[in-house]
């Protein structure tokens, strides 16, 4: 294919398919027992200034498809970035099974990233409590593994660890 555009230049890291390893940790409601997930992590790229990803989750034990998301980690256009003097700006746009669509923003340093949402969509049927508010950070371990961590806020929650996600490189 063609080489990675120019602006993922700090967002190399990310690419390829990641499997969970151990399982995701998950938390929530306060008082609900923790619970275990796999998830297939996958970032690739077509030589647009973007990057293409998939966080699939699913049952550790049965394989059962759960939480499924497909979006987009969109650098900052060079414009943009001068004008705020800053050339590490990013978008996460995404879309859940839930019924949920995230756009979020934040920035890259060095083999790290944070965004935080900004915007949030979702059904008119999707059930409460709705998420008001996704902050996620995902970073490059010095062993070489992904970590994810993703934060919510609820309407009846304030911002708290949701998931806890370590992965390796398949084939690793
Ligand atoms: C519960 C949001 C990712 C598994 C919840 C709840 C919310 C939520 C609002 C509580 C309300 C409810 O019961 O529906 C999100 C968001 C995610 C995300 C915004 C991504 C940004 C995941 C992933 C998994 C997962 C990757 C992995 C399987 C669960 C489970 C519960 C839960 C097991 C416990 C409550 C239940 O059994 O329904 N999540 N979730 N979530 N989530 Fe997530």
Same mark, same amino acid.
């Given at each position: 294919?063609?080489?990675? #555009?120019?602006?993922?230049? @700090?967002?190399?890291?990310?690419?390829?398919?990641?499997?969970?390893?151990?399982?995701?940790? @998950?938390?929530?409601?306060?008082?609900?027992?923790?619970?275990?997930?796999?998830?297939?992590?996958?970032?690739? #790229?077509?030589?647009?200034?973007?990057?293409?990803?998939?966080?699939?989750?699913?049952?550790?034990?049965? @394989?059962?498809?759960? #939480?499924?998301?497909?979006?987009?980690?969109?650098?900052?256009?060079?414009?943009?970035?001068?004008?705020?003097?800053?050339?590490?700006?990013?978008?996460?746009?995404?879309?859940?099974?839930?019924? %949920?669509?995230?756009?979020?923003?934040?920035?890259?340093?060095?083999?790290?990233?944070? +965004?935080?949402?900004?915007?949030?969509?979702?059904?008119?049927?999707?059930?409460?409590? #709705?998420?008001?508010?996704?902050?996620?950070?995902?970073? %490059?371990?010095?062993? @070489?593994?992904?970590?994810?961590? +993703?934060?919510?806020?609820?309407?009846?929650?304030?911002?708290?660890?949701? %998931?806890?996600?370590?992965?390796?490189?398949?084939?690793?």
């Amino acid at each position: 294919g063609p080489p990675p #555009h120019a602006s993922l230049r @700090g967002l190399l890291w990310l690419l390829g398919v990641w499997e969970s390893q151990p399982a995701g940790e @998950g938390l929530y409601p306060p008082g609900v027992a923790p619970f275990s997930f796999r998830e297939t992590a996958t970032f690739t #790229h077509t030589g647009q200034p973007l990057l293409e990803y998939t966080f699939y989750a699913s049952h550790v034990e049965s @394989g059962r498809p759960m #939480h499924r998301e497909t979006g987009f980690l969109k650098p900052a256009p060079a414009e943009a970035n001068n004008h705020h003097n800053n050339n590490n700006r990013i978008a996460i746009i995404n879309a859940q099974n839930t019924g %949920l669509v995230e756009v979020g923003e934040g920035q890259v340093d060095g083999e790290s990233l944070t +965004v935080t949402s900004h915007t949030l969509g979702r059904t008119t049927f999707n059930k409460q409590p #709705h998420v008001t508010q996704i902050q996620r950070i995902l970073r %490059l371990t010095a062993q @070489g593994e992904l970590e994810h961590v +993703v934060s919510m806020a609820t309407e009846t929650s304030p911002l708290q660890q949701h %998931l806890h996600t370590t992965y390796r490189r398949r084939g690793n």
